[in-house]
């Protein structure tokens, strides 16, 4: 069975630090998504990345950055020059087959950027 | 383009009453789900819907939660009794496509529901 792991509830860091949130995941398909989510104090999950299990190159969007690792089974998210702005909870989700639409998401990690 | 709606934002309701909740999907997009998010966790799917047609309710408690997309545009999602253990947030996702590997789900703002 799938399943997706979080293990930073809260993290708490001070504008302009760097952060990275970890996500670490379990499949037996060798084919698989995994995404991250963003959910605001408005409570909408916005789209952040999504990234196939034949893809391990990392990626870069802005401040953010992610590094997807099969050997670990991880994919975790990097803020760069983090913002009070960012401040919000993030899931890591993860779905597996291609035609599979059974997202699983973690429990989430709760980002707090202070000022 | 807009986004993903629903309604109603809050419902408190006592437990044993019924409820619904309704979601208006992005113009065009064939995939609407419905998400239980509890407090603390991640959301959980509860129906997925491919224009009119249900492709996965697995997850779904049948006994006292239903839902439907009528016409494959907007859908509405029903508990009937509610029980104490229903409280949560319910999120309403579409996407354009068939597999949720190929497009991105766009979430609405989902319903806030307390029973009590």
């Known amino acids: 069975a799938q399943k997706v792991t979080q293990a930073q509830t809260e993290i708490s860091v001070v504008e302009k630090e760097d952060v990275t949130l970890d996500c670490v995941y379990e499949?037996?398909?060798?084919?698989?998504?995994l995404f991250w989510y963003k959910q605001p104090p408005s409570g909408e999950l916005v789209f952040l990345i999504r990234r196939n299990s034949f893809d391990e190159q990392n990626e870069i969007s802005g401040r953010y950055s992610w590094n997807f690792q099969k050997s670990t089974s991880s994919f975790n998210f990097t803020i760069t020059a983090s913002q009070v702005v960012d401040s919000a909870v993030y899931f890591c989700?993860?779905?597996?087959?291609?035609?599979?639409?059974?997202?699983?998401f973690g429990a989430g990690t709760r980002l707090t950027v202070k000022p | 383009e807009a986004g993903v709606a629903q309604s109603p934002r809050y419902k408190i309701i006592e437990k044993r009453q019924s409820v619904a909740f309704w979601c208006n999907p992005i113009?065009?997009?064939?995939?609407l789900y419905w998400y239980q998010q509890i407090l603390g966790q991640g959301p959980k799917l509860l129906i997925q819907f491919q224009n009119n047609g249900v492709v996965d309710d697995s997850q779904l408690p049948k006994d006292r939660f239903s839902a439907e997309r009528l016409k494959g545009v907007d859908s509405t999602l029903k508990i009937q009794p509610a029980k104490l253990e229903d409280s949560a947030v319910y999120l309403c996702a579409s996407h354009r496509g068939a597999a949720v590997g190929t497009y991105e789900q766009y979430f609405g703002p989902g319903t806030r529901l307390t029973v009590t």
């Open positions: 499949t037996r398909d060798t084919t698989y998504y």
């Open positions: 113009s065009g997009h064939a995939t």
């Open positions: 989700a993860l779905s597996e087959g291609y035609n599979n639409n059974d997202m699983r």
